[in-house]
């Protein structure tokens, strides 16, 4: 990474899975660089609920300025990704106008993504300014979004029949986000994610990135990213004890508020989108059967199981979170930051061990902050940081799927009812214990 020069309007990032310490290290960086934060977490976006969602307490902001928390009542409909991306681009503008440097925090890498790179939302590309006025939900435009999967799944087959096969049938948050992006633009999304994986690849119009910029020309920003990481079996423990922690600091009363205020819309004749918002949120979910068991009045003992599985249920979704967090930088962002030139600018910062957060996250990332601000041209090489940094700044895979439409393709086991959207899905499934043990199953009774 050679700036030669102090980047323009720059940008640092901290990413990570959930509980390796990112809210730390982002004040940090802010007390040391004179920095407001910019919260990049989607249910962090919700006010109240601080412990459901973990929002980091006023104590723990030290004082830094914090962007983007509390933002939406759970009324509310919840942010698409358009809304974030204008959002934080204006509060962005906002803090550099008051000579400040803007840290954006956040596990959503989805909002992270779409935010850095120019053509990740297809707004940019298709006249939905960044700066336009009120932001308008397209549900409310387009009422077929609300409705049952399966009619909208129909409706993005008629559309965009390459989009519809893309998808698992059951995945209802990426089928509607294909239909609604047909009905902003006007063009299909599988033509639009064509178009920017030709100028990304280097197609007829495209233009090679400027090596000697402040930055790859897909970027909006001079950015730093920071990827704060903990081994795998320490990050699990710690995610196992923070539920815990999040029980006796009062978890259920949250989760009851948020009962509370479903029952009470539904007895009012107003029907709540639990697919949708702070309604996913890890936490709530996973102790739904407690709360109708609750509600059934069913035995103290019936009730005090289930609510021990739905905290061994909420830490089991915790510790998935946290895989797929990392396999969305492993595999999403690094791909996008290596079809730019800029895989340079992501670090890994190894916290395994909270005993050398200062030494190996703390100092380590102040000092590619500092150097990066001052465009030195003696940025260290982020895979020699660490040995972890050596064996994860490595893609996963070797491509994006989503940039593979030649890849994609869907298919049913009859025997499971087990839908694949891709081929190595596919093998994965036909491999596993459960198939070979339901078809060892089929072919006795067939036999018997």
């Known amino acids: 990474m050679m700036f030669g020069r102090p980047p323009q309007d720059p940008l640092i990032v901290v990413i990570g899975a959930t509980g ?38 006023v104590k723990e902001q030290q004082k830094i300025p914090h962007h983007l928390l509390g933002q939406i ?43 850095l790179f120019k ?8 006249g939905v300014s960044e700066d336009n006025g009120p ?14 999967t399966e009619i909208i799944l129909e409706k993005l087959r008629q559309v965009d029949p390459v989009m519809a096969d893309r998808w698992h049938p059951n995945d209802r948050r990426k089928i509607q986000r294909s239909l609604e992006i047909w009905y902003q633009t006007g063009t299909p999304a599988s033509k639009i994610y064509q178009e920017q994986a030709q100028q990304r690849s280097g197609g007829p119009d495209s233009k090679a990135p400027d090596e000697d910029a402040l930055g790859p020309s897909s970027l909006r920003f001079p950015t ?120 340079k600018y992501l670090y890994l910062l190894d916290g395994t061990d909270p005993d050398t957060w200062q030494t190996a996250v703390h100092d380590q990332a102040v000092d590619l902050t500092g150097r990066f601000l001052e465009g030195s041209p003696g940025m260290p090489s982020p895979s020699e940081l660490s040995v972890a940094a050596g064996e994860m700044l490595q893609p996963q895979r070797e491509y994006d799927m989503s940039n593979r439409p030649d890849l ?10 087990v839908t694949c959207v891709t ?26």
């Not at 990049?40 to 976006?45: I, P, S, V």
């Open 20 to 57: 390796t310490g990112k809210s730390q290290l982002a004040v940090e960086l802010a007390q040391r660089f004179d920095g407001e934060i910019i919260n990049g977490d989607a249910m962090q976006l919700y006010r109240g609920l601080p412990i459901i969602t973990n929002k980091i307490s």
């Open 408 to 417: 994609w393709q869907r298919r049913t086991c009859d025997v499971c009812n």
């Open 224 to 343: 730093l990213l920071l990827w704060v990481h903990a081994e795998s079996k320490v990050l699990r423990d710690r995610l196992d004890r923070r539920v815990e922690k999040m029980m006796q600091d009062g978890l259920l009363v949250e989760v009851n508020s948020l009962e509370s205020y479903r029952r009470s819309q539904e007895e009012a004749g107003v029907a709540v989108d639990r697919t949708r918002g702070i309604w996913q949120c890890i936490g709530y979910k996973q102790f739904i059967p407690f709360l109708e068991a609750q509600n059934d009045y069913e035995t103290s003992k019936e009730v005090e199981k289930l609510k021990v599985e739905a905290v061994e249920q909420t830490q089991a979704a915790n510790r998935q979170y946290a895989k797929r967090q990392i396999r969305w930088i492993r595999i999403k962002l690094m791909h996008a930051l290596r079809a730019v030139a800029a895989e």
């Open 73 to 115: 009542g759970i009324h509310e409909e919840p942010w698409v990704v358009s809304k974030f991306v204008q959002d934080a681009y204006t509060t962005i503008k906002e803090i550099r106008s008051r000579n400040r440097l803007p840290i954006l925090v956040g596990g959503t890498h989805y909002y992270t993504q779409s935010l």
């Open 119 to 126: 053509d990740s939302t297809v707004n940019v590309k298709h």
């Open 135 to 148: 932001h308008l939900d397209i549900r409310q435009v387009h009422p077929i979004l609300n409705a049952e």
């Open 423 to 448: 081929e190595s899905d596919w093998t994965q499934h036909v491999k596993s214990k459960g198939h070979r043990r339901a078809v060892k199953n089929m072919l006795q009774l067939d036999a018997g």
